[in-house]
């Protein structure tokens, strides 16, 4: 299976200021048709998923655009721009360039 | 947002089947990638299953053997069966829809299974 390494695990952020999470891949996830299936979730407290970004950053309907999803091959970063009381959460990185696989989560929350 | 609802959670003994339903509406079941993915504390969240359209079905390797899934066009539902249960199964269990194979673009809100004598 592709192993996704998200970095960190936990992302202490103060109201207002960035926040960037990384998501390393075991595999460069560029698929034989030349699109890279890499995907971000958020996950509030008491929430299922909510995806925020597919393709690498092709944002979904509704998501804020102080998020924003980058990167190629094996290395992704998704960041916040200013971080607001309702994007406490965990967010995860998943791939679906082979069998589907998420990384372990960053969980954001305000310091 | 389309509604997905998973029913069939509960607590289950070892060695013990387990008979989720996904209930759909908004969208035509038998035209979308129906998946059922779970999250468990221990192992997070881990993709188990996945219709295609043409009803092909594909599995984790973890319940290879073990599982199956199928549609019920007519009645715009998806239903996961799981045998032989063990306690690494126990996670709560969504039925996630998309557009396109291997995505995860509406989610249900969970059903949850638990696997313990």
């Known amino acids: 299976d592709v192993v996704l390494t998200q970095s960190p695990v936990s992302l202490p952020v103060t109201l207002g200021q960035p926040a960037s999470i990384s998501c390393s891949s075991s595999?460069?996830?560029?698929?034989?048709?030349?699109?890279?299936?890499l995907s971000w979730f958020q996950q509030r407290p008491g929430q299922s998923p909510r995806r925020l970004f597919y393709?690498?950053?092709n944002r979904d309907s509704g998501v804020p655009d102080r998020f924003s999803g980058s990167g190629s091959g094996s290395d992704f970063t998704l960041k916040i721009s200013r971080v607001e009381a309702e994007d406490v959460g965990v967010y995860y990185c998943?791939?679906?360039?082979?069998?589907?696989?998420f990384g372990g989560g960053t969980k954001v929350e305000i310091k | 947002e389309v509604p997905l609802v998973e029913t069939g959670g509960g607590l289950i003994q070892p060695g013990g089947s387990l008979r989720l339903s996904c209930g759909v509406s908004?969208?035509?079941?038998?035209?979308?990638?129906m998946s059922w993915i779970r999250q468990s504390p221990g192992k997070g969240l881990q993709w188990v299953s996945i219709?295609?359209?043409?009803?092909?079905?594909f599995y984790a390797d973890s319940v290879k053997g073990r599982i199956t899934t199928f549609s019920d066009n007519s009645k715009n539902m998806v239903y996961l069966h799981l045998n032989s249960l063990r306690v690494e199964d126990t996670a709560l269990y969504y039925c996630v829809a998309a557009d396109f194979p291997n995505q995860a673009d509406s989610w249900g809100r969970g059903t949850l299974v638990t696997v313990s004598s």
């Open positions: 908004g969208l035509t079941v038998g035209n979308n990638f």
């Open positions: 219709i295609y359209p043409d009803g092909r079905t």
């Open positions: 393709q690498v950053s």
């Open positions: 998943m791939q679906g360039t082979f069998w589907p696989t």
């Open positions: 595999h460069s996830l560029v698929h034989s048709d030349g699109n890279t299936y």
